[in-house]
């Protein structure tokens, strides 16, 4: 049994997320050579050493193709390459696996699930700079989640689904902040540990609300609709995993889709993208919302529960929870700038958020 | 009879790899096994047999990890047996019950619950419905599994028994291997560097529902009165094979500045397990979130150890307060914790005492034989 591949980032390479340690090279020959394909050369496109995963670019005299290694337990993978499977067969605009000359959809090697697929090309990023380009990733995202609709989980995958867990990831939410308090109390020699404790109330009373508000939503009634009614998210959406390509918006990098309500992508969507622009502009949110709608007509309901997940402190907690692992560090250098943007925007995202409840006519923020 | 239990498919029988649910089985078998025909069907170990007879127990193992795997491989063992089974006893997976009564439709079926396997997400509402109806009886391991269970499904309600697990009590006795206690004690604390120092014991994974880190934090509190006290996780260890957790980070990072000594342990086997239990002054069980009623709470008993546990979930049904623990209603409160865990630190004889009492609590109600017997009551269907 040739090595297992996991994580090398611990292992002192220089540069370990542009570079695989020989196993993984290794492992990854043996998987091409089960291929009906003669390689002329790979590309490493980039590496996730800190968890085990990697992208090559394969010219083949088959035309250019991919090869990845999905840094997931091989149950877990299973779910996600079926899911594409089942997307490409929808005719979702999602890269056609290529089946080994066994006929499978993947290979396995060093422990991990591989696969190969087409290398879609030209892919060029959507504009960031103007709303139709924005519009054009959510008319994109919004296809996706219809096709995903009746995906069946196979019975050797592990069941990923997020649906019913939207309680207990914003309780979580809450005790984390919490933790920051905590921590910011423990170290209170450190600078910038005042500064934490100074915001963290309104964070964690934030969650606690929209704890409350989400209870109160048409949450629990959605979810009864059963996880294959739904479809799939994404799960890490945004403006690298969605493309202009041939024929339209292409979205790529599905190991993490998971059974969830669909407009998790599209909230996590938009609050990165007014947090990039460091203000919350209603009119953004609208014509993002409203491209989505196109393609996936969502309801009323649905968009209440939207409204309830922007209102989570997403923001903060994002920037801040790294400091758990290293307290000290992050709250001395890193944290008075992450929580100056993070406050900067903050009345611009209530303002928005009340605006936007209006216009969609479902309650107010 | 011939009787067969079915196990999940996580960790294989005998417990090998751990599991509480494993635990239990392997406990009760020897007496089941001396009155009924029993197969165990489990998961599959690299270490173990895939079809082996042990004594009078047959073991059969086939492929799982993955439940929809696992219930393929359980239906074809019953469509391909030579012989019936006149009961099928499953474990903790009420998803298995409607496929096997289609295989095995003559024989009764007994379902024991071990936690929320039924809560929505787990198992739908049809599924869950008619699960129920095939069961002749549900077994839960405390009052609490079982009233989750009618939360949803009241027409669960008069399949219910209460059934709680137990402990090899004579194992953690201390007063039954003195001398070995004295060597644990001396060659632990040597190991971590806290000879002379009273012991606060926390036995479990560190998970956010454990409450590892709230005891942690009661630290701070107990310090003042008890600069003596030392607080040892067991089982618990900064880095999984995973990485580090954010949770195991946050922990980590608190311990690091905690004003007394706070050690780790990292895994422990099974049959070393007990040892460390000898180390403590104090059990602390510090559960944040509703658990259907912690193994080692059984474990501090038949250890002689004073509790000090939280009312959440199935916890508090085995600890009267003030006789062999003190519970503690606001279990996020590191303060209350502290100041429970300060009042048996100085005082000797109240921990003694209560030792004691959770001593024959567990000798007179929760020896395997005893969760045996009640097995066996279900079993033969007697009241």
């Given at each position: 049994?040739?090595?297992?591949?996991?994580?090398?980032?611990?292992?002192?390479?220089?540069?370990?997320?542009?570079?695989?340690?020989?196993?993984?090279?290794?492992a990854?020959?043996?998987?091409?050579?089960?291929?009906?394909?003669?390689?002329?050369?790979?590309?490493?496109?980039?590496?996730?050493?800190?968890?085990?995963?990697?992208?090559?670019?394969?010219?083949?005299?088959?035309?250019?193709?991919?090869?990845?290694?999905?840094?997931?337990?091989?149950?877990?993978?299973?779910?996600?390459?079926?899911?594409?499977?089942?997307?490409?067969?929808?005719?979702?605009?999602?890269?056609?696996?290529?089946?080994?000359?066994?006929?499978?959809?993947?290979?396995?090697?060093?422990?991990?699930?591989w696969?190969?697929?087409?290398?879609?090309?030209?892919?060029?990023?959507?504009?960031?700079?103007?709303?139709?380009?924005?519009?054009?990733?959510?008319?994109?995202?919004?296809?996706?989640?219809?096709?995903?609709?009746?995906?069946?989980?196979?019975?050797?995958?592990?069941?990923?689904?997020?649906?019913?867990?939207?309680?207990?990831?914003?309780?979580?939410?809450?005790?984390?902040?919490g933790?920051?308090?905590?921590?910011?109390?423990?170290?209170?020699?450190?600078?910038?540990?005042?500064?934490?404790?100074?915001?963290?109330?309104?964070?964690?009373?934030?969650?606690?609300?929209a704890?409350?508000?989400?209870q109160?939503?048409?949450?629990?009634?959605?979810?009864?609709?059963?996880?294959?009614?739904?479809?799939?998210?994404?799960?890490?959406?945004?403006?690298?995993?969605?493309?202009?390509?041939?024929?339209?918006l292409?979205?790529?990098?599905?190991?993490?889709v998971?059974?969830?309500?669909?407009?998790?992508?599209?909230?996590?969507?938009?609050?990165?993208?007014?947090e990039?622009?460091?203000?919350?502009?209603?009119?953004?949110?609208?014509?993002m919302?409203?491209?989505?709608?196109?393609?996936?007509?969502?309801?009323?309901?649905?968009?209440?529960?939207?409204?309830?997940?922007?209102?989570?402190?997403?923001?903060?907690?994002?920037?801040?929870?790294?400091?758990?692992?290293?307290?000290?560090?992050?709250?001395?250098?890193?944290?008075?700038?992450?929580?100056?943007?993070?406050?900067?925007?903050?009345?611009s995202?209530?303002?928005?958020?009340?605006?936007?409840?209006?216009a969609?006519?479902?309650?107010?923020? | 009879?011939?009787?067969?239990?079915?196990?999940?498919?996580?960790?294989?029988?005998?417990?090998?790899?751990?599991?509480?649910?494993?635990?239990?089985?392997?406990?009760?078998?020897?007496?089941?096994?001396?009155?009924?025909?029993?197969?165990?069907?489990?998961?599959?170990?690299?270490?173990?047999?895939?079809?082996?007879?042990?004594?009078?127990?047959?073991?059969?193992?086939?492929?799982?990890?993955?439940?929809?795997?696992?219930?393929?491989?359980?239906?074809?063992?019953?469509?391909?047996?030579?012989?019936?089974?006149?009961?099928?006893?499953?474990?903790?997976?009420?998803?298995?019950?409607?496929?096997?009564?289609?295989?095995?439709?003559?024989?009764?079926?007994?379902?024991?619950?071990?936690?929320?396997?039924?809560?929505?997400?787990?198992?739908?509402?049809?599924?869950?419905?008619?699960?129920?109806?095939?069961?002749?009886?549900?077994?839960?391991?405390?009052?609490?599994?079982?009233?989750?269970?009618?939360?949803?499904?009241?027409?669960a309600?008069?399949?219910?028994?209460t059934?709680y697990?137990?402990?090899?009590?004579?194992?953690?006795?201390?007063?039954?291997?003195?001398?070995?206690?004295?060597?644990?004690?001396?060659?632990?604390?040597?190991?971590?560097?806290?000879?002379?120092?009273?012991v606060?014991?926390?036995?479990?994974?560190?998970?956010?529902?454990?409450?590892?880190?709230?005891?942690?934090?009661?630290?701070?509190?107990?310090?003042?009165?008890?600069?003596?006290?030392?607080?040892?996780?067991?089982?618990?260890?900064?880095y999984?094979?995973?990485?580090?957790?954010?949770?195991?980070?946050?922990?980590?990072?608190?311990?690091?500045?905690?004003?007394?000594?706070?050690?780790?342990?990292?895994?422990?086997?099974?049959?070393?397990?007990?040892?460390?239990?000898?180390?403590?002054?104090?059990?602390?069980?510090?559960?944040?979130?509703?658990?259907?009623?912690?193994r080692?709470?059984?474990?501090?008993?038949?250890?002689?150890?004073?509790?000090?546990?939280?009312?959440?979930?199935?916890?508090?049904?085995?600890?009267?307060?003030?006789?062999?623990?003190?519970?503690?209603?606001?279990?996020?409160?590191?303060?209350?914790?502290?100041?429970?865990?300060?009042?048996?630190?100085?005082?000797?004889?109240?921990?003694?005492?209560?030792?004691?009492?959770?001593?024959?609590?567990a000798?007179?109600?929760?020896?395997?034989?005893?969760?045996?017997?009640?097995?066996l009551?279900?079993?033969?269907?007697?009241?």
């Amino acid at each position: 049994m040739a090595m297992p591949v996991g994580p090398w980032a611990d292992r002192g390479y220089p540069n370990p997320d542009q570079m695989v340690p020989p196993e993984v090279q290794a492992a990854a020959e043996r998987v091409m050579a089960r291929y009906d394909m003669n390689v002329a050369g790979m590309t490493l496109i980039t590496a996730k050493s800190d968890k085990g995963g990697a992208i090559w670019k394969l010219e083949t005299d088959q035309g250019p193709r991919s090869l990845k290694l999905l840094h997931r337990a091989p149950e877990r993978s299973r779910f996600a390459v079926a899911a594409q499977d089942y997307l490409v067969r929808r005719k979702a605009r999602v890269p056609a696996l290529v089946r080994s000359k066994k006929g499978r959809l993947y290979s396995q090697a060093g422990g991990k699930l591989w696969i190969v697929t087409d290398w879609i090309e030209p892919l060029r990023p959507v504009s960031k700079v103007d709303l139709a380009g924005a519009q054009e990733l959510c008319y994109g995202l919004g296809e996706f989640h219809r096709r995903s609709r009746g995906f069946l989980v196979p019975r050797r995958a592990r069941h990923a689904s997020r649906l019913y867990k939207w309680e207990q990831a914003y309780r979580k939410m809450a005790v984390k902040i919490g933790w920051f308090r905590n921590l910011g109390e423990v170290y209170r020699d450190v600078p910038g540990s005042q500064a934490l404790l100074d915001v963290v109330d309104k964070f964690e009373a934030q969650a606690r609300k929209a704890y409350q508000r989400l209870q109160a939503s048409p949450y629990h009634k959605l979810v009864q609709r059963g996880e294959s009614a739904w479809g799939l998210a994404h799960q890490d959406y945004g403006w690298s995993n969605g493309q202009r390509g041939p024929g339209g918006l292409w979205i790529i990098d599905l190991d993490g889709v998971a059974y969830d309500l669909p407009i998790r992508d599209l909230r996590k969507l938009i609050s990165s993208t007014m947090e990039d622009a460091g203000r919350w502009d209603v009119e953004w949110m609208r014509g993002m919302i409203e491209a989505y709608r196109e393609a996936n007509p969502v309801r009323r309901q649905v968009l209440e529960v939207l409204l309830v997940d922007f209102s989570l402190p997403n923001e903060f907690y994002k920037n801040v929870k790294e400091m758990v692992f290293r307290p000290v560090e992050f709250m001395g250098t890193e944290l008075e700038p992450v929580l100056a943007q993070v406050e900067a925007s903050e009345t611009s995202k209530w303002q928005a958020l009340q605006e936007l409840a209006q216009a969609l006519g479902v309650g107010k923020a | 009879m011939k009787v067969l239990l079915i196990v999940t498919e996580k960790l294989p029988v005998p417990a090998v790899r751990g599991g509480a649910i494993q635990t239990y089985i392997d406990g009760v078998l020897p007496y089941l096994a001396r009155v009924h025909d029993v197969t165990v069907l489990g998961v599959e170990d690299p270490e173990l047999a895939a079809d082996e007879r042990v004594g009078n127990v047959r073991y059969v193992r086939v492929p799982g990890k993955i439940f929809g795997v696992y219930e393929k491989h359980v239906l074809t063992f019953l469509a391909k047996a030579s012989s019936r089974y006149d009961l099928i006893h499953i474990f903790n997976r009420p998803r298995l019950v409607q496929g096997v009564h289609q295989k095995a439709p003559q024989a009764r079926i007994i379902l024991s619950m071990h936690n929320d396997m039924f809560l929505p997400g787990k198992i739908s509402h049809e599924e869950a419905d008619t699960a129920i109806q095939a069961c002749e009886r549900i077994v839960t391991v405390s009052d609490y599994v079982g009233r989750r269970v009618v939360q949803d499904y009241p027409q669960a309600e008069s399949r219910l028994r209460t059934i709680y697990s137990g402990v090899d009590v004579q194992r953690y006795n201390p007063r039954r291997h003195r001398d070995q206690v004295e060597q644990a004690r001396r060659e632990l604390k040597g190991r971590y560097g806290i000879e002379g120092r009273n012991v606060v014991l926390f036995v479990g994974r560190l998970s956010p529902k454990k409450g590892a880190d709230v005891l942690v934090r009661s630290m701070w509190h107990l310090a003042q009165g008890h600069p003596e006290a030392a607080l040892v996780l067991v089982g618990g260890k900064w880095y999984s094979d995973n990485g580090m957790s954010d949770y195991m980070a946050y922990v980590k990072a608190l311990a690091d500045r905690c004003p007394l000594p706070v050690v780790t342990t990292g895994f422990v086997a099974a049959d070393e397990i007990h040892r460390w239990f000898w180390l403590g002054d104090v059990f602390v069980c510090p559960s944040q979130w509703e658990e259907p009623l912690a193994r080692v709470h059984y474990e501090a008993m038949a250890a002689r150890l004073p509790i000090v546990t939280t009312a959440r979930g199935g916890n508090p049904e085995v600890i009267v307060h003030g006789e062999n623990g003190l519970l503690l209603k606001r279990p996020e409160d590191p303060r209350a914790m502290a100041k429970a865990v300060g009042r048996l630190l100085a005082n000797p004889s109240l921990r003694q005492r209560m030792g004691k009492n959770g001593w024959r609590l567990a000798k007179s109600r929760y020896r395997w034989r005893r969760v045996a017997q009640e097995i066996l009551d279900v079993w033969e269907n007697t009241p």
